[in-house]
Each structure stands twice: as structure tokens, then as C-alpha cells.
């Protein structure tokens, strides 16, 4: 009996984690959506990320951008989350396996970074933070800065380039 309650207990913890783990992003201002593997890699192709980037992911969520930038391109990386559980996860994955030497992590309200240092911005957000993003972007990324966005446009910006299968939108700061 005390099996069955053990049992019954870790599964109902499992149940809240993964219950918290996907929807507690809702209560910080956007949703928990994993980007997959093939837009991760469009997005780093149509911003060709290389090692003389410094690439802020805005919602970094468990890293899957943060980590292929650093490895596979050589960029160094800024991943900036605000919900505390996929903080902890991506810290864990830079400790244990990610190039730590090109990965910062950041815990934070992303409207309130300073962006004058980023060559590259991944954002997967909704339209309303890309709204609040936009001004940010105009008045802190210097010329010739990209903004590759999944999903969603950069609302008043016309895209350099637009992969429509995947929904990646380049853009690129004038100057």
C-alpha cells in the first residue's frame, strides 16, 4: 500500500512539473512551443550566424537555438529566460554539456535588455512582445544587426527575406 501511494505521489508530481513546465510561460506573457530542429537551423542559415556574432535568443526556452549557435556556428550567445523552471534547465545543460566558455544565461525580463552589443536576435514570440521589441530594436541595434524571427513578423518592418514553408523572417537594420 505504501508502494501504490509512493507511486501515486510521483506520478502526480511528474503530472504538476509537466503541467507547470508547459503552461506557467502563459503566466509570464507568452507560450511554451519548442522551435523544431528545421526552423533552428533556417533561422541560423537566413541570419548566417558565425563565430563573429554575439546572438541574444529572446525566450530562449530549453536552449535549442542558444546551443546549435554556440556548437554548430561558433557564436557566442546570450539565451534570456523569464520563467524560473527553463532558467534552471538551460543552466544545467551549459554546466553539463553546453560550450560554457559561448554561453551566457540570462534570467530576465527581455524588454529590458540593452541590445546595442547583439549582431544577431532569434525571437519565437507572440505579436504583442514583437510590438513592444520593435522600438526597442530601432533605438538599440546598430546598423547591420539581424532579427530572424519564427512565426511571427516584426510588425512595420519589411523582412530582407521570408522562408514561407517555414515561417522565418530575416530582417536587418539598416545603415
Known amino acids: 500500500m ?30 511554451y512551443q519548442p522551435a523544431p530542429r528545421r526552423v533552428v537551423t533556417m533561422m541560423l542559415d537566413k541570419a548566417a550566424v558565425g563565430p563573429s556574432d554575439y546572438m541574444f535568443d529572446l525566450g530562449a526556452g530549453t536552449g535549442a537555438i542558444v546551443f546549435r549557435a554556440a ?36 534570467w530576465g525580463n527581455l524588454f529590458t535588455l540593452d541590445f546595442r552589443d547583439a549582431t544577431v536576435v532569434a525571437v519565437f514570440l507572440w505579436p504583442g512582445a514583437m510590438e513592444k521589441l520593435r522600438p526597442i530594436f530601432e533605438a538599440q541595434l546598430r546598423p547591420g544587426a539581424r532579427v530572424v524571427s519564427h512565426w511571427h513578423p516584426v510588425p512595420g518592418w519589411e523582412p530582407e527575406s521570408v522562408d514561407r514553408e517555414t515561417r522565418v523572417y530575416l530582417y536587418r537594420r539598416p545603415g
Do not use: C, H, M, T
Not at 502526480?12 to 507560450?31: C, R
Not at 545543460?93 to 559561448?102: A, H, N, S, V
Open 71 to 106: 556548437r554548430e556556428r561558433g557564436a557566442r550567445v546570450l539565451g534570456v529566460e523569464v520563467e524560473p523552471l527553463r532558467v534552471a534547465v538551460l543552466r544545467l545543460r551549459r554546466r553539463f554539456g553546453g560550450p560554457k566558455d559561448r554561453v551566457q544565461i540570462a
Open 2 to 31: 505504501n508502494e501504490l501511494l509512493l507511486i501515486a505521489a510521483l506520478a502526480g508530481g511528474l503530472a504538476v512539473a509537466l503541467v507547470y513546465f508547459v503552461f506557467a510561460s502563459f503566466v509570464f506573457g507568452a507560450g
